[in-house]
T-cell receptor
Framework: RKEVEQDPGPFNVPEGATVAFNCTYS??????FFWYRQDCRKEPKLLMS???SGNEDGRFTAQLNRASQYISLLIRDSKLSDSATYLC?????????FGTGTRLQVFP | DTAVSQTPKYLVTQMGNDKSIKCEQN?????MYWYKQDSKKFLKIMFS???????INETVPNRFSPKSPDKAHLNLHINSLELGDSAVYFC????????????FGPGTRLTVT
């Protein structure tokens, strides 16, 4: 079983839609949680950290459920520029463990 | 003003050859990493150096040898290349080993024929 699992998608949504991605992780000792974004043929970039109390950054909301070992990302009012692959990332000791990503395609 | 740079961007080579990929960061970070992203887009850590000292060495064939001449540079040498080595190799850096935000280079797309 992979340490970090995500639905690969693709999620095809119209501009303005709200879309949610989920992620589960297997190691209860995982310390920190993040969402990274990777555009096609580009490098990953940190989108936001995920805190136990839930956190928001503009149109993006991240939530963590430690009991269920589950992380989510909600994107409101989707823009064409949100089209990318969203990587769920878990930190374990010195390492970041990446999920394989969920692809989002926003269409006009 | 590239923060993390890698050369070359593309590398096409034949099985059995030896090749190197270079990485440099101008962010003043202490910690650098090599990742491999395979054809299924799975991004996996290979090595990490903190102030030129190896701190992470995942289960990677010993044909792969990282070298850090100083804390701004982390190179990756690969001996006897195999078809399965074809992937995108990303270099990354973070301020120190405890910082979660890693800054990635643009990647080196390696194709072994």
């Amino acid at each position: 079983r992979k340490e970090v699992e995500q639905d690969p998608g693709p999620f095809n949504v119209p501009e303005g839609a709200t879309v949610a991605f989920n992620c589960t992780y297997s190691n209860s000792a995982s310390q920190s949680f993040f969402w990274y974004r990777q555009d096609c043929r580009k490098e990953p970039k940190l989108l936001m950290s995920v805190y136990s109390s839930g956190n928001e950054d503009g149109r993006f909301t991240a939530q963590l459920n430690r009991a269920s070992q589950y992380i989510s990302l909600l994107i409101r009012d989707s823009k064409l520029s949100d089209s990318a692959t969203y990587l769920c990332v878990v930190r374990k000791t010195d390492k970041l463990i990446f999920g394989t990503g969920t692809r989002l395609q926003v269409f006009p | 003003d590239t923060a993390v740079s890698q050369t070359p961007k593309y590398l096409v080579t034949q099985m059995g050859n030896d090749k190197s990929i270079k990485c440099e960061q101008n962010l003043g970070h202490d910690t650098m990493y090599w990742y491999k992203q395979d054809s299924k887009k799975f991004l996996k850590i290979m090595f990490s150096y903190n102030n030129k000292e190896l701190i992470i060495n995942e289960t990677v064939p010993n044909r792969f040898s990282p070298k850090s001449p100083d804390k701004a540079h982390l190179n990756l040498h690969i001996n006897s290349l195999e078809l399965g080595d074809s992937a995108v190799y990303f270099c990354a850096s973070s301020q120190d080993r405890d910082r979660y935000e890693q800054y990635f280079g643009p990647g080196t797309r390696l194709t072994v024929t």
